[in-house]
């Protein structure tokens, strides 16, 4: 069974990191994601840097710039992730864009996610109906799932058409906002996680967009089963480096 | 084969709406409503209205004498500089603020590069009412004053792009996230064919005047509506797509697209999509695409701040692959001297972007008796700069 749904069996409420492969430094990808293991985080998203990343804000697009100065490109990450499953069990999940995954080439990008461990994918800019005329096929081939992105305008029967297509979480965008937000959550939030979570989905919901610290974290898993954290963690490397790993997860994680 | 788009939002390969999940119900949409809009007779009205006596419609269909002596075949220039505001721009921004209307929205985004689909777009929004937003990247925010000043002058807010290169992709950059931050009252107001299905299938209708004006005003002149050969510039592609739009289908029209080689090809500071570019998905679209092997995408170069994209719309990059469209790439020195050309012989100065479209002539021969239409998409005002720096003026 794939190492995302056996978390997911784990009924705790999660925390997942998301950081961009090459930052701060070219090499640190592994031992981010050591240190994430290390400190209690549930599962990871490795940024694959795009030059032109749509759905995220200024961190993100500061850190990928920096990642693609740096020489991260898609070859190098799987380099650099050919033994991680020595090392690192959570489950790992590249996010990026589709571009640089069209030009490797989707099957071939495939076959390399299952070859040195990625359990599933995040991909923004692919469309739902694109993926499964044109590669639902070829993820399932390679055991890789494709995590979905709905929002607080997504409707309901589209909802219910990505809860559908399906397997594992669905990826709860918090606001209508790129990544990075900082303004917190208020009552609207709170009555989209309430209005999506009395849905009854098939999957596990897990928010993202906008979390920040132990109350953001609390506010949006208190409806859901998870939070991941993205922009907040970059800005927290870039200001500590990796020592600030341990310390950072576990004031998540305090209520 | 038909060259226009099927209804899943495809040219041929290229197309489609590779969009985050954030901008879907946006898109979908204006995808839903947008050709039942333009269908409607209110609209139609008031779209034609405004083109008649707000852009000065239809735009002259200038027989260009001494130019076609020069090289020996008929040369007809359609003269968009003569819209409203300085360029072709302006027929797309009517239409897309009328649909902005109609769809309720209030608040007006747009990207600009060079600045003339930012003056385009502030200029229709002073007309309606509406608020309007222009990110411009920082870079081009320096190199075009006097635009941001006019948009400014016209009630706009601009935003300057300080992201990626700080350039005409990175404002589109910031214009779709701010739709993404903004999805129940903003209306986005894309400059050319490109983007998301619907945007290069609307966009092209909108600009498709400009060819049934053609048609027009040939049938007048030469006694039949088809010209032997259509030729315009293409950036994003939008003068061009509503140069060509009514002959796509009529195999006996040539179509030639011009692009922007900047400082020669392989010069590695080119703007020459069809030729440097590969499939990739940009703002949006699968097109051509110039990136790296690794799929980022590079920083295209034109001394013509209007043509330096480095994509091109999904319907050209079809033309290109079907072997339908023509295509020629055009240094920076090869647009000036053609632009001046045009100066000297006719008493007109061109855009640089329209600039590159005239210089073919020096190279591609054409029969005595062709009839060759050129869309002479923009006015020389916003080049001034440009043109006083290169020839020392
Ligand atoms: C005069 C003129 N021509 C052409 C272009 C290029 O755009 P498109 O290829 O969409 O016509 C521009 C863009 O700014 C322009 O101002």
Redesign the pocket.
Known sequence: MSRIKEKLKQNKKLLSIYFTAGYPKLEDTVEILEQLEKSGVDMVEIGLPFSDPLADGPTIQASSQVALKNGMTTNHLFEQLKDVRKTVSIPLIIMGYFNPMLQYGVENFCKKCAEVGIDGLIIPDLPLAEYQEHYAETFKKYGLINIFLITPQTSEERIRQIDATSEGFIYMVSSASVTGSSEGFGEEQEKYFQRISSMELTNTLIVGFGIQDSKTYTQATSHTNGAIIGSAFIKMILEKGLYGISEFVSSIRKV | MNYNVNEKGYYGEFGGAYIPEMLYPNVEELRQNYLKIMAEESFQKEFRALLKDYVGRPTPLYFAKRLSEKYNTKIYLKREDLCHTG???VNNTIGQILMAKRLGKTRIIAET??G??GVATATVCALMGLKCIVFMGEIDIERQAPNVARMKMLGAKVVPAISGSKTLKDATNEAIRDWINNPVDTHYII???VGPHPYPDMVARFQSVISEEIKVQLKEKEGKENPNFVVA????????AGAFYHYLDIPEVGIIAVEAAGKGIDSGESAATSALGKVGIIHGSKTLLMQTNDGQITEPYSIS???DYPGVGPMHANLFRSGRGEFISITDDKAMQAGLELCKLEGIIP?I??SHALAIFENRKFKEEDVVVVNL??RGDKDLDTYIKYFNL
């Open positions: 360029a072709h721009k590069g060079a003339q689909h400059g050319s064919v510039c293409v950036g994003g592609g939008s003068n061009a701040a209007g043509l855009a972007e329209s998409s923009g």
